[in-house]
């Protein structure tokens, strides 16, 4: 099971490819942000789109629904499309994000595969198992009060976590994502570390209430600990707050 879990080494296939929707959904994110465009604010229309990337109408829906699913835009019949929400202008900071509509998959890549990884590992842990995912949860915390971005450690937090599931199906679902999986916990690191102490503590909260429903052998709650968790960090990365 640890041999499989080891979440790094070649990239999984495909998750460097770029779609015309990607681009644009990029795009529109470096529109908003170095405009800049505040909330409330009218985007192109779809045809000026389709105009100035010489694409289908299908694919400029396809990013502006992306973008409406995230949380960034919103539409209203008659006035188009608007900016709802501004993204965290950190996100194009970060020099390795490549596409960052394919960090949004990513992230909801994490939160199906280890919402249900964290259901199981609640049902069916160990005494030394746990005691594996207590003390990767104490590194963190260990790491982040010392000004430490802690992502070896929140690594091999989720990484105890899945072990303890005993599933190598969804383990393996989990490690294809390979050295992806380790760029999202840099990602959103990277930024929670430069915006405030609380945004740390807020994680650190978040970690224990897995660690407790765990604990409990409580599965629902398990899963929703770390479903809640995975939602707010990709809301601490990608919105402003």
Do not use: W
Request: with cysteine; aromatic share 6%; net charge negative.
């Amino acid at each position: 099971m640890k041999d499989e879990l080891r979440l790094g080494g070649e990239p999984a296939r495909g998750t460097g490819s770029t779609t015309l929707a990607d681009k644009i959904y990029d795009d529109i994110l470096h529109l908003i942000l170095h405009k800049p465009l505040p909330e409330g604010s009218r985007l192109p229309t779809e045809a000026q789109f389709c105009q100035m990337y010489a694409v289908s109408r299908t694919v400029v829906r396809e990013a502006l629904s992306r973008l409406k699913i995230d949380g960034i835009v919103t539409s209203r019949r008659g006035q188009g499309s608007m900016v709802l929400r501004r993204p965290n202008a950190g996100v194009l900071d970060y020099p390795e994000i490549g596409s960052i509509a394919t960090m949004q998959r990513l992230f909801e890549f994490r939160q199906v595969i280890e919402a249900e990884i964290t259901y199981f590992a609640a049902t069916r842990h160990n005494a030394e198992e746990f005691a594996r995912i207590r003390a990767a949860h104490d590194a963190v915390q260990d790491a982040l009060s010392q000004g430490h971005p802690g992502i070896e450690e929140d690594r091999l937090f989720h990484l105890a976590i899945a072990e303890a599931a005993h599933n190598a199906f969804l383990c393996s679902a989990l490690a294809s994502a390979g050295p992806q999986f380790i760029k999202s916990i840099e990602f959103a690191r990277s930024l929670s570390g430069k915006i405030s102490p609380q945004r740390i503590a807020k994680v650190c909260e978040e970690h224990e209430a897995i660690v407790e429903a765990i604990q409990q052998r409580d599965p629902e709650a398990a899963r929703h600990a770390m479903n809640e968790h995975l939602t707010r960090t990709r809301t601490r990365v990608f919105l402003e707050e």
